[in-house]
């Protein structure tokens, strides 16, 4: 049973162990994705290839680099600015404003993860 109260549920989301933050910075497919796989969201990782939805960086795309579970952010290459020394700094991203445009799926866990999905949701409407 989760609370209905916004303070609480921003309290579950900011003292959240960082095993399962991992689940919270679930990340939306892109419909074509959606299509093939059957699953709406899955947690994001370096390597996947995803597309800039909010903010100054819209519409670029890229893989991500980093993931900071302690901070909910993500970092996706050239996705850059300059600092006052003129060194190139990576911009950190919220996760809720990303779309994954294409998985790496070199994990064998993760592979099979979605290809269990897939045949749960062939079996139900098949």
């Known amino acids: 049973m989760v609370s209905k109260k916004p303070?609480?549920?921003r309290k579950r989301l900011f003292n959240?162990?960082?095993?399962?933050?991992?689940?919270?910075m679930s990340v939306h497919l892109s419909p074509e994705l959606r299509d093939k796989y059957g699953v709406r969201s899955i947690p994001i990782r370096v390597g996947d290839k995803v597309r800039i939805?909010?903010?100054?960086?819209?519409?670029?795309?890229?893989?991500?680099?980093?993931?900071?579970?302690?901070n909910y952010k993500v970092f996706v290459e050239n996705v850059v600015r300059e600092n006052a020394r003129g060194d190139k700094i990576p911009?950190?991203?919220?996760?809720?404003?990303l779309m994954i445009i294409d998985l790496d799926l070199s994990d064998q866990w993760r592979r099979r993860k979605l290809e269990s999905k897939l045949s749960e949701e062939g079996g139900v409407s098949g």
């Not at 959240?16 to 919270?24: E, M, Q, W």
């Not at 911009?91 to 809720?96: D, K, L, M, Q, R």
């Open 53 to 70: 939805l909010r903010g100054d960086n819209r519409g670029i795309e890229g893989k991500v680099t980093k993931v900071d579970r302690k």
């Open 16 to 24: 959240a162990p960082l095993h399962r933050r991992g689940k919270i």
């Open 91 to 97: 911009i950190p991203i919220h996760y809720s404003n």
């Open 7 to 9: 303070s609480k549920q």
